[in-house]
């Protein structure tokens, strides 16, 4: 927006710890209020908008004053792409089987969102793209975790070769 106003666009986190993606800040038609402009990255990723005022004030919290929503800096944040082959004629039992796996990965510390996506070429392959807060959120909070030998459990049985796993991070540019 070019004022005063702007709040970076990116990632935020509620204090009660769900996800944010802060798409603008717009202005009220009647008012010029500004507002910002997000979407839920959990359940049905529906679309708010909030005064800015109330969006970027503090609250109390345990005796603490912290963010009504804080900004997570993308620099820290790690996306991670695992390529799953799942042997042919088991997709639609891995897919069972990966819906009840999802609230474990959900309920890891660091956890940001994920998406799972089938290859229209190749009917039998799979990518799983999973937002982490760090890379050490993923690499030691979950793989570590008693919860991912639930997971392990559940989905490692249908991969064939096993899956490849690697890490991204975003980079950052200047024009």
Not at 22 to 46: C, D, F, N
Request: hydrophobic share 35%; aromatic share 14%.
């Amino acid at each position: 927006m070019g004022n005063s106003l702007d709040i970076p666009v990116g990632l935020y986190q509620h204090f009660k710890g769900a996800y944010y993606h802060v798409m603008e800040v717009a202005r009220h038609s009647e008012t010029q209020e500004p507002l910002v402009i997000y979407r839920a990255l959990y359940g049905e990723k529906g679309v708010w908008a909030r005064p800015l005022s109330m969006f970027t004030e503090t609250i109390e919290k345990d005796g603490v004053s912290i963010p009504r929503f804080a900004y997570l800096d993308p620099q820290t944040q790690v996306l991670e792409v695992a390529v799953l082959d799942v042997k042919s004629g088991r997709e639609l039992e891995f897919q069972g089987a990966f819906a009840q796996a999802e609230p474990i990965i959900r309920d890891t510390k660091g956890y940001i969102s994920h998406e799972l996506k089938r290859c229209l070429e190749r009917s039998s392959r799979y990518i799983l793209l999973v937002n982490w807060q760090t890379l050490d959120d993923h690499e030691k909070g979950f793989r570590q975790s008693e919860p991912y030998a639930k997971w392990k459990a559940l989905l490692h049985d249908f991969y064939d070769p096993f899956p490849t796993v690697e890490h991204y991070k975003m980079i950052s540019y200047k024009n």
